[in-house]
């Protein structure tokens, strides 16, 4: 579970009612007032038609399923990572490269498998880091479609709310002469763009930018496991291969050599 996550998303609920119920000389029926099922149809599912029309469905449904990944982030180990490549080295360099296939049946890790049976077989160094780099370039490419989802919503949305905005403007000029029905037209019109504003800078571009975050963890997470495997091709050192791999880590990982999940940068 990202604690992080959670801790927002409970943060921009409780800051949110507690505004309005400040506002509200802490009455609940301000924050009853706020609940509008029209504004939600006209925001969440304008926004929700944008995406339909210029994504494709498969897309959409997938970069919904990613929502989980927000809350429950994949583990990415940069520092464990280094640990196997060396724990492969030592293998090599006691028993030779061909040691490596019966320790390559037993990945959980298709990338690191797929690296290995390449070195096993014999297969020429350049060939081995241009298969590697090309499927990180393409599960790349499939991050940044499913993010690219969330960035469409966040971007529609506050035109959306604007849409509904004008839809209760028109209302209102046919009602001049209802007070109830302008009263109620006029909070429509507060209240759509409301909704566009939330659903873009509390809900889809934070959920972007979070698959933004991990897409970026794993791609460095397999930059450091095809150095690895390539040093161990080239024959070097384990202790050299562990000094040049660290180098990816953050400093204060580097000694501990707990990689955690954040492996990026320095800090």
Not at 92 to 110: F, H, I, K
């Amino acid at each position: 579970m990202d604690i992080g996550s959670l801790i927002g998303l409970i943060a921009g609920i409780v800051f949110v009612i507690v505004s309005i119920l400040i506002n509200g000389n802490w009455e609940f029926a301000s924050v009853a007032a706020f609940g509008d099922a029209p504004s939600v149809m006209i925001v969440i599912g304008g926004a929700f038609a944008s995406v339909f029309i210029g994504q494709p469905l498969p897309r959409f449904i997938a970069a919904m399923k990613a929502t989980k990944f927000v809350f429950m982030p994949p583990n990415y180990d940069h520092a464990e990572a280094i640990t196997r490549i060396i724990t492969l080295s030592n293998l090599a360099r006691r028993e030779g490269v061909l040691a490596l296939e019966e320790s390559a049946q037993n990945m959980d890790d298709p990338f690191l498998q797929k690296g290995i049976m390449l070195i096993v077989d014999g297969a020429d160094p350049e060939l081995v880091r241009s298969v590697l780099e090309t499927e990180m370039t393409f599960v790349e490419n499939r991050h940044n479609d499913i993010k690219a989802v969330w960035e469409m919503i966040a971007s529609f949305a506050p035109a959306w709310g604007m849409v509904g905005t004008m839809v209760a403007l028109v209302l209102m000029m046919g009602s001049l002469t209802d007070i109830d029905a302008l009263a109620a037209n006029m909070a429509l019109a507060m209240i759509t763009t409301f909704y566009g504003a939330l659903m873009a800078n509390f809900l889809a571009g934070p959920f972007a930018r979070k698959l933004s975050v991990y897409n970026a963890e794993e791609m460095l997470l397999k930059e450091v496991l095809i150095e690895g495997m390539l040093s161990i091709q080239n024959g070097e050192n384990p202790r050299i291969i562990e000094e040049k791999l660290k180098a990816f880590l953050a400093p204060s990982l580097r000694a501990s050599g707990d990689g955690g999940g954040d492996g990026g940068g320095e800090s």
